[in-house]
């Protein structure tokens, strides 16, 4: 790596402090960032703002976002199976398997479903009944009995 101001190729990494804000709410997070050592002026470094753009996407889905934890409580607060629940939000199991396991992040369309059940959990009566024909009779009666809320 090369300085751009003075041409040295004698730099370090240092720890800095970033702030900045996504969708209107401010973040801040530690990053890397490169210096060279005889001019001190910044290095791009392409490594470390790849790393920077991560850290902060996964800091912000913490602090704001669906978190795994989040999903996870909210589908054990419903006493709800990983089979029954991915049924009643329309997904398939593996896909809920997957936003528990923080492997994937739900889509929009998850998210949206998903934040609405946080805000509102007696809303669950409305989404069982809008995909009723995902599950059997059986499933269904397994479902309202499970469930805190009743109709
Ligand atoms: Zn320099």
Do not use: H, W
Request: net charge positive.
């Amino acid at each position: 790596m090369k300085c751009d101001n003075c041409g040295s190729e004698n730099t370090f990494v240092r720890d800095c402090q970033y702030i900045f804000s996504i969708q209107g709410k401010e973040v801040s997070i530690i990053c890397k960032k490169r210096f060279c050592n005889d001019c001190k002026s910044e290095i791009y470094d392409e490594d470390l703002e790849k790393e920077t753009l991560k850290k902060a996407v996964r800091k912000y889905n913490e602090l704001y976002g669906l978190s795994s934890a989040k999903i996870l409580s909210l589908r054990t607060s419903y006493n709800l199976s990983q089979e029954l629940f991915s049924k009643v939000i329309g997904c398939a199991k593996k896909t809920l398997v997957s936003y528990e396991k923080g492997t994937s992040t739900p889509n929009d369309n998850y998210s949206i479903i998903l934040n609405t059940l946080i805000r509102k959990p007696k809303l669950i009566l409305d989404f069982i009944e809008a995909n009723r024909d995902m599950y059997t009779k059986r499933e269904y009666n397994k479902i309202m009995r499970r469930l805190p809320y009743k109709k």
